[in-house]
């Protein structure tokens, strides 16, 4: 007979967003790097249950007694005959067998069924744990793709998130000036206080990111710029412009591959004569970039 089983498997990564001007970000794994999963059986698009349901049956199997199983399983005794009753239905056979009166006042076991059950469940749970271990062991430069895996789960309200290597840190009394070089070449500068840059271990070779919200660059061309940050001035083409209650949103993809997106009045737009296919520059302050990293 074929055991429904299904498999999840999941990477958990804890991450604490910033989005105030010149301030830092740091990304934190506090333990060792683990890979762990979870277990669950199904029926069609029913779930049958899961480790607690598991360890529910597991219970009453050694306690005999519903009441002394929901204890032991830290839930209420109507919560445990609820799952047991949901399992019951779901598994299409009685899992779980309830007898009353006799010497022994009754009592309530697993039928064959649910031991099965069991049985089957830890066996490819101890499957499951040998896979994800070795796959923790064998996996090629498994650390390098957990760095890439805890950058796709970063979540932050800035519209700009860039990864880049950091290629130059300048000392300006309490203040320094970090560059931040993008897989393209394009270098973007942020200026932190000296505090930030060795709170976050900046050095010069390590990995970075910067995020800017999309307010704080502005997209011009030609004479246009005039005015405008010098700091970090990336030239690029517009391939996108959305106008909406208006505001407009443009995005400018630069020749390494990287995109900017930046917000502005449609009064602005216009008059700046941005469309898609223009060429033009994205300016923005230095004290409007964020720099975050991966720890």
Same mark, same amino acid.
């Given at each position: ?68 199983? #929901?204890? #032991? ?27 009353? =009166? ?11 069924? =649910? ?42 309200? %800035? ?5 880049? *290597? ?26 932190? *206080? ?27 061309? =030609?004479?246009?710029? %005039? ?28 020749? =390494? ?17 941005? %469309? ?20």
């Amino acid at each position: 007979m074929r055991p429904p089983l299904g498999l999840i498997e999941k990477i958990i990564m804890v991450s604490e967003p910033s989005s105030t001007p010149g301030d830092v970000l740091r990304n934190e794994t506090k333990d060792s790097l683990q890979v762990s999963g979870s277990l669950w059986l199904h029926r069609g698009n029913s779930s049958l249950g899961g480790q607690a349901r598991i360890a529910l049956l597991e219970h009453i199997a050694t306690q005999g007694s519903i009441t002394a199983a #929901a204890k #032991a399983a830290g839930m209420s005794y109507k919560a445990a005959w609820d799952a047991v009753d949901a399992m019951n239905q779901l598994a299409g056979e009685p899992l779980v067998a309830r007898s009353t =009166g006799g010497r022994g006042g009754g009592g309530t076991t697993l039928t064959a069924r =649910g031991a099965r059950l069991v049985a089957a469940f830890r066996a490819v749970e101890a499957a499951q744990q040998q896979f994800l271990a070795r796959v923790a062991n064998d996996l090629e430069h498994f650390d390098e793709q957990w760095q890439v895996i805890a950058r796709l789960g970063l979540q932050t309200s %800035a519209r700009n998130q860039l990864h880049g *290597t950091i290629t130059a840190i300048r000392h300006c009394g309490v203040n320094d000036e970090v560059t931040l070089t993008l897989p393209g070449g394009e270098a973007i500068t942020a200026s932190l *206080t000296h505090h930030s840059t060795q709170t976050l271990g900046l050095a010069v070779g390590g990995d970075a990111f910067a995020l800017i919200k999309a307010p704080w660059i502005d997209i011009a061309r =030609g004479a246009d710029l %005039a005015g405008l940050p010098t700091a970090n001035r990336l030239a690029g083409t517009v391939v996108a412009v959305t106008n909406d209650a208006g505001q407009a949103e443009v995005i400018l993809a630069m020749p =390494g591959g990287g995109r900017l997106a930046a917000v502005m009045p449609h009064d602005t737009l216009v008059k700046r004569g941005l %469309a898609e296919g223009t060429g033009a520059t994205a300016a923005f302050a230095a004290t409007s970039v964020i720099i975050g990293v991966l720890a």
